[in-house]
Structures are given as C-alpha cells and as structure tokens.
C-alpha cells in the first residue's frame, strides 16, 4: 500500500508589502526543482501571494481596507479570507506555514500554534536560519512572552487551521525583520523551510519504527 504523503500548506504574502515571504516561496520552489528529495513524502501546496490587491498596491492591508491576519474565522466578508478559509477545510492539512516580515523586530522570530510538535521543528528551523538573519533574542517581542525568539501567543482573527478540525497540524509563522535586505529574507526563509520539512520528515519516521 502506498503510504500517504504529508500535506502542508505554506502561505507567503497575507499582507502585500511584504516580498519577502514570497520571495523565499520562490526560492523553495527553485530549490525542489533542483533538488526533488527536498520535497520527498511530501503534498506541498504553495500560495506565494494571499493578498494579491495588497501586493499590487504595496500595502499591508487588502484593497477592501482590511488586515486579512486579523480576520479569519470571524465569518469575514473578505474575499480573500474566504477563498483561504475554503483551502484550509478542503484540505485539512498536517502542518501550516505562514510567511511574514515585521517591520519592528531586529530578528528573526516565530509562533507555534497547534500541537507541541510546532515548538520541536521552530527551534531547529530559526537556528538554521541564522545562516542569513539572527534571531530575535529578546524575552517580549510585540508585546508578547518569548523564548529564543519563540512565541506561543498570537493576535485575535490570525491565521491558523479550521477551529472544527480534529487531528490538529502543526502550525508555524515564520517572521524575518523587514529592515533587512531582500536577498537575506528570502535566504532566511529558504533555510528554515529546508529544515522543518527535514526535521518533521525524520520525526514521522522515527514515529513508524
């Protein structure tokens, strides 16, 4: 019997003016083309820019005036969070991505959300991505608690899985400093990716032996 591959959602762009994320998508695509066994055992589903309007007109915010990260499962009127919440169901993915630059950090940070699994890929993937950013180290970042740039707290309407879906995935929010130059975000985020997948594709092994 064939086993089933691992389904996971990796989001870039949710708010338009930041490239970053997107660009690190496409560097993760460039870099599954040369090296397939990067994406082996896996169904990855790339959506490089979830706030098309925002990206055209370089704003964080959608053209219907509204930060998309703060709307979802609200039953939001947005079209955009619509169409994701609508992916998010249809696909129940095992594990979600979630790409961002903040404007404010200095480092390189991220959020868990979901099962404890989350806390065990972060660790290693923002370690690997000190080959291009440092991480934040400082103990509040945004107003929240953190641990080696680790938070496990996040604002009200962000995106995540289904509230309804039984086997909860592992959910991780990438955020690179949007100070930096381009190229290093984009590296950064490459680098991170390249470990979670690594990372959680030895963790489901060691699980089967």
Known sequence: MAKPRIKVGIFAGLHGDEPGGILGLIELIRA?????????????????VCNPSGYADGTRRSRGGRDLN???????????????????????????????????????????NGTSMSQYLLKPALAAAERALPSNAASRINGFHAL???????????????PEQKAAPFEIVLEVPQRAPLQLQAHAFLFALHEILATYRRISFAEEA
């Open 70 to 112: 703060r709307e979802f499962w609200k039953n939001s009127a947005e079209p955009e969070v619509q169409l994701l919440e609508r992916e998010l169901r249809l696909h129940r993915f095992n594990g979600i991505i979630s790409l961002h630059c903040d404007d404010v950090s200095d480092g390189m940070r991220g959020f868990v």
């Open 148 to 162: 080696n740039g680790i938070i496990a707290s996040r604002e009200d309407g962000a995106f995540q899985a289904p």
């Open 32 to 48: 599954l083309d040369a090296h397939p066994p990067v994406g082996r055992e896996y169904q990855l589903w790339l959506y490089p």
